[in-house]
């Protein structure tokens, strides 16, 4: 306390509701009490205690475990996404590499198909032919103006059976009919023909 509020304290006259009692007046009931039992705890409750705990931590190992095996197959499957992300890029360059005009050349002359020199064309507006049209000689000068692709060196063409192979060749399956009959000409009437739609 500062010095000031002690000295207000001592030369403040005391109230009589808080003077000072007399030790005849009243006297304190004091005994002595005495320590209680503790009784043992009882070994139900620690049991269950240590079976609670036992709980926690199996529980506890049983998630990391389940955590770590997630963690695995995550693993495994961006190993798979990667290899057949590749096989993907290696089939499309292959796509690609078979569908060049080289490649498309080839086979086309392996089916017996020859380019024509002198291409005629039609108009569909009116019908129009334009150009003029004629046979189809056997000289292959499509092909011959076409720039050689390295790439397709060890491709096989279309009538080739691959390695261990059995049935018949594509140009054999072209040339066999569907069903045993001859297809069918498409009838030309008064113009080009086309679907009948609804």
């Known amino acids: ?27 304190r009931h004091i005994e002595i009490v005495s320590p209680s039992a503790h009784k043992r705890p009882r070994v139900v409750y620690a049991l269950s205690a240590v079976a609670c705990v036992g709980a926690v931590i199996v529980a506890q190992l049983l998630l990391s475990v389940g955590i770590s095996q997630g963690a695995y197959e995550i693993s495994a499957l961006r190993a798979s996404q990667v290899e057949l992300g ?29 380019s024509n020199s002198s291409p005629a064309y039609l108009r569909l507006s009116d019908g129009a032919v334009l150009g ?21 060196a060890g491709v096989p063409l279309v009538t080739q059976l691959p390695a261990g192979g059995q049935g018949t060749s594509v140009a054999a399956a072209a040339a066999a009919p569907v069903g045993g009959s001859a297809p069918l000409a498409v009838a030309v009437t008064d113009g080009l023909p086309s679907p009948t739609t609804r």
Do not use: K
Request: proline share 8%.
């Open 86 to 114: 590749r096989t993907a890029s290696s089939v499309s360059e292959d796509l690609i590499r078979v569908s060049s005009p080289q490649s498309l050349a080839a086979n086309a002359e392996a089916l017996g198909m020859v």
């Open 1 to 27: 306390m500062s010095d000031n509020l002690a000295r207000a304290f001592e030369s403040a006259p005391l109230r009589p509701d808080h003077a000072p009692h007399t030790g005849a007046e009243e006297r």
């Open 132 to 152: 003029a049209p004629s046979s189809a000689s056997g000289s292959q000068a499509g092909a011959a103006s076409l720039v050689p692709n390295a790439l397709l």
